[in-house]
């Protein structure tokens, strides 16, 4: 059958006829539902996206250290303080880290004296800080004279890398990283020593009751600056 017999046969057939038009009816009912989803709703969401201006943020830091010394008798808890004033801050957009290093070694001289044990935490209260942070470190043990190394996050998701970010404008960026109230107040570390005696610890004038630690808390302050991308 030739191709002109099977349009003859169309045309003279009303009832196909009729279905062809419906469906071609159809067809473009779709396609002109779909050319307007594209060009009036996805056209408005593209040319907000084109008109978002994009933000990169970068972070300048700026260490201070305090460093405090203490002898702590065998069994006792000794807690020291780290007190933050407002006008630390001055200069400073804000607090971001806050690292606590806990060192001794074995002081007593006494032949064959092991290491003591020390331990060490932060008490998640006193201040305004990240303390959720899953990258916190609040605790730590030693009975080897290792250095114990604490850490506090004190400014929600600061962690000094260079951010690019879209949306919104410069004055927003700007006033997300200058937060003064991160980090003002008191921090609370509690340090405990136990003292493991020497062999010669028998001996009446020979024993091992304290232990000096030394502490260095080292705030970790930043200034920002966020930069418009062309």
Wanted: proline letters at 2%.
């Amino acid at each position: 059958m030739s191709e002109d017999n099977i349009f003859r046969d169309l045309g003279a057939d009303k009832r196909a006829l009729k279905h062809i038009s419906i469906f071609f009816s159809v067809l473009v009912v779709v396609l002109l539902y779909h050319a307007t989803v594209f060009f009036v709703i996805m056209g408005d969401e593209i040319s907000v996206k084109d008109k978002e201006k994009s933000f990169t943020i970068s972070f300048q830091e700026i260490e201070n250290e305090d460093i405090d010394t203490r002898t702590i008798d065998n069994g006792d808890r000794e807690v020291i303080e780290l007190e933050i004033e407002e006008d630390s801050l001055s200069g400073y957009d804000g607090f971001g880290v806050l690292f606590v290093d806990i060192e001794y070694g074995e002081t007593s001289g006494q032949f064959a004296d092991p290491c003591d044990s020390v331990s060490a935490d932060i008490s998640p209260n006193g201040v305004n800080a990240d303390w959720d942070n899953e990258n916190n470190v609040l605790a730590g043990t030693s009975s080897s004279c290792e250095t114990i190394s604490l850490i506090v996050y004190v400014f929600p998701e600061y962690n000094s890398t260079t951010k690019n970010v879209t949306g919104e404008n410069l004055e927003y960026w700007e006033s997300l990283w200058q937060n003064s109230s991160y980090g003002i107040g008191t921090f609370h570390l509690e340090v405990e020593v136990n003292v493991n005696q020497p062999l010669t610890a028998g001996i009446p004038t020979i024993q091992d009751d304290d232990e000096e630690v030394t502490i260095s808390w080292r705030s970790i302050y930043f200034t920002s600056d966020v930069q418009e991308i062309e």
